[in-house]
T-cell receptor, first 116, second 112 residues
Framework: GAGVSQSPSNKVTEKGKDVELRCDPI?????LYWYRQSLGQGLEFLIY????????KSGLPSDRFSAERTGGSVSTLTIQRTQQEDSAVYLC??????????????FGNGTRLTVT | KQEVTQIPAALSVPEGENLVLNCSFT??????LQWFRQDPGKGLTSLLL?????REQTSGRLNASLDKSSGRSTLYIAASQPGDSATYLC???????????FGKGTRLSVIA
């Protein structure tokens, strides 16, 4: 399939450990987004990448969170020293570009993170 | 700051009924509005995208309308089926390079 791929689908980690979540966007999509969805909450924007521009990190909740996108394709979201409140589903999405107003967002199935 | 509200939070209807889901947004200066569907344990699937210059979009039994000036959109589902049961989210793209802002969704249950 040519959809957005996220791995792992589930991750259980102990409090204080670091985790890496991976997103492989649709080929040719220049815009990539990370969102977080907690139980009973809406989607919380974390960070987005658009081409070679500096990423918009305005949604990252703390300096324990970081993300990178290598070669304009695969992205990794890293959470250091995980806390229980980090438990959520982390969703990645991609689109043709933020300047293309008729380009819908395509989401992966998410990574369910549980911090024990 | 853009805020998106969806009412109701949950809705249960019998199979075959036509229904309307509502979405409102506070800043009418949007580039587009998108409706998504989310099944349990899955990501979001794009259903319809309405550009700011458009008033509605249709796909099969789904029709989405947009009234930008009043900050409202509706998703109309005709002849609902149990397979339509899911959470429906709307999201708006503001002017400029900003991410989509989502509502919290409406959880729909269609009872056979």
């Amino acid at each position: 399939g040519a959809g957005v791929s996220q791995s792992p689908s589930n991750k259980v980690t102990e409090k204080g450990k670091d985790v890496e979540l991976r997103c492989d966007p649709i080929s040719g999509h220049t815009a990539l987004y990370w969102y977080r969805q907690s139980l009973g909450q809406g989607l919380e924007f974390l960070i987005y990448f658009q081409g070679n521009s500096a990423p918009d990190k305005s949604g990252l909740p703390s300096d324990r969170f970081s993300a990178e996108r290598t070669g304009g394709s695969v992205s990794t979201l890293t959470i250091q020293r995980t806390q229980q409140e980090d438990s959520a589903v982390y969703l990645c999405a991609s689109s043709l570009g933020t300047g293309i107003w008729n380009s819908p967002l395509h989401f992966g199935n998410g990574t369910r993170l549980t911090v024990t | 700051k853009q805020e998106v509200t969806q009412i109701p939070a949950a809705l249960s209807v019998p199979e075959g009924e036509n229904l309307v889901l509502n979405c409102s947004f506070t800043d009418s200066a949007i580039y587009n509005l998108q409706w998504f569907r989310q099944d349990p344990g899955k990501g979001l699937t794009s259903l319809l995208l309405i550009q700011s210059s458009q008033r509605e979009q249709t796909s099969g039994r789904l029709n989405a309308s947009l009234d930008k000036s009043s900050g409202r959109s509706t998703l109309y589902i005709a002849a609902s089926q149990p397979g339509d049961s899911a959470t429906y989210l709307c999201a708006v793209l503001d002017s400029g390079n900003t991410p989509l802002v989502f509502g919290k969704g409406t959880r729909l249950s269609v009872i056979a």
